[in-house]
């Protein structure tokens, strides 16, 4: 048992935490390059760095990264979103000027509902006011026209009281 668990040990790579790099790779690449004992290998070809090179025979060295941090969500909402507010989490973003352009073409549109509706409103009014006017002239005519006929009555009536008192 203790030999099984020693051999295990051996034959595991070392590891290493390289927090400071920027790419895994290029990490590798120069903890490889570095342990090199024989230089004639370094010179033999030039490597990319996206590839490390790999000594036959050697155990491989294992870097780490550091972990990413994960962006906090923002939630971007046209009722409570300010033109600062949406620079400070997208300062590249064309997103504050289109939410202005589509504020500013609903504004337009409301404004010209409402202009249309109060037009529809002043010509209802209007033909109201017409009609309110020619009734009351058709019941004024229609008084004048009772008062006269009542009064040719009454006054058939007086001259009939004069023809006989002369």
């Given amino acids: 048992m203790v030999d099984s668990d ?3 040990q051996q034959s595991r790579p070392p590891v290493t935490w390289n927090l400071g790099s920027p790419s895994g ?8 390059t570095s342990s090199d004992a024989n ?3 370094a010179s033999r070809h030039v490597r990319f760095s996206s590839q490390p090179e790999i000594k036959i ?6 870097c780490f990264l550091r972990p990413r941090t994960v962006p906090r969500p923002v939630l971007f909402s ?12 997208l300062p590249k973003s064309n997103l504050s000027r289109v ?3 589509d504020n500013l073409n609903a504004q337009r549109r409301t404004y010209e509902r409402e202009i249309r509706a109060s037009e529809r409103t002043k010509r209802k009014i209007s033909h109201f006011y017409d009609h309110l006017k020619k009734k009351f ?11 006269r006929r009542e009064s040719m009555n009454i006054q058939q009536y007086l ?4 023809v006989c008192k002369l």
Avoid: C
């Fill in 6 to 8: 020693s051999a295990a």
């Fill in 25 to 32: 790779y290029s990490a590798a690449a120069q903890a490889t």
């Fill in 39 to 41: 230089p004639a290998s």
């Fill in 57 to 62: 025979g050697a155990h491989p060295q294992i």
């Fill in 78 to 89: 046209l009722m409570n979103s300010s033109e600062a507010a949406v620079k400070k989490f």
């Fill in 99 to 101: 939410i202005i352009r």
């Fill in 137 to 147: 002239m058709t019941d004024q005519l229609r008084k004048l026209g009772r008062w």
């Fill in 159 to 162: 001259d009939s009281i004069r």
